[in-house]
């Protein structure tokens, strides 16, 4: 997990947010069944207009486990960090949204809690809560980190899988590759799991 800077709220969300939250939350609540579809926004849907800046600012990374390029090495896909259903008045809200790979996705589902790290947290450094082991892939909670940090991080590598579905070993091969060519001109943004390099 890398540190994001926001980019400033794209405009169709800045003009409609508080609208499109509610019309939401009024339209889930009266049908449990209702299934979620982005707005569109000057005959275009939501997703599709803001995802280019989402891609700016996470330079094409997934905002939790860091894999890139999404769209081929994982699935593109926007999270709700706080879910939607629990949160319907956030689903348009820029800060709560994220550029995440479908892995990710499909890990955190609809869970939340207040203690999950959020990439965007002017304070987040990812050395603050994590450590590299270079042996084995892994991320591990950093145990030099106060207990409150430490629960924080371990709540974070659970709920997005961030040592599962082979990653760890991914982060072994992406490091061995980046150690091959950035004698070659190559920069870290070129690679996956950029906090492993």
Excluded at 65 to 75: E, K, R, T, W
Excluded at 118 to 133: C, G, H, L
Excluded at 139 to 153: C, D, F, L, T, Y
Aim: aromatic share 16%; hydrophobic share 30%.
């Amino acid at each position: 997990m890398m540190k994001i800077e926001r980019t400033p709220v794209p405009e169709c969300l800045q003009e409609n947010y508080k609208q499109w939250g509610h019309e939401y939350a009024t339209k889930s609540r009266k049908n449990s069944t209702y299934r979620f579809q982005w707005k569109q926004w000057k005959g275009k849907a939501v997703d599709v207009l803001i995802k280019p800046d989402m891609v700016r600012m996470t330079k094409n990374h997934c905002s939790y486990c860091d894999s890139y390029p999404l769209g081929i090495a994982a699935q593109q896909t926007i999270d709700h960090f706080r879910p939607k259903k629990q949160f319907p008045f956030l689903t348009y809200v820029w800060h709560n949204l994220f550029l995440a790979c479908n892995v990710c996705q499909n890990s955190k589902q609809d869970r939340y809690d207040k203690k999950m790290l959020k990439p965007d947290t002017v304070s987040f450094k990812f050395e603050t809560y994590f450590v590299i082991n270079y042996k084995t892939g892994c991320i591990e909670v950093n145990p030099g980190s106060s207990s409150k940090n430490q629960e924080r991080a371990r709540l974070t590598i659970e709920t997005f899988g961030l040592n599962k579905f082979g990653r760890p070993h991914s982060r072994l091969r992406e490091y061995q590759k980046y150690q091959d060519l950035c004698q070659k001109g190559y920069c870290l943004d070129d690679f996956s799991y950029r906090f492993f390099m």
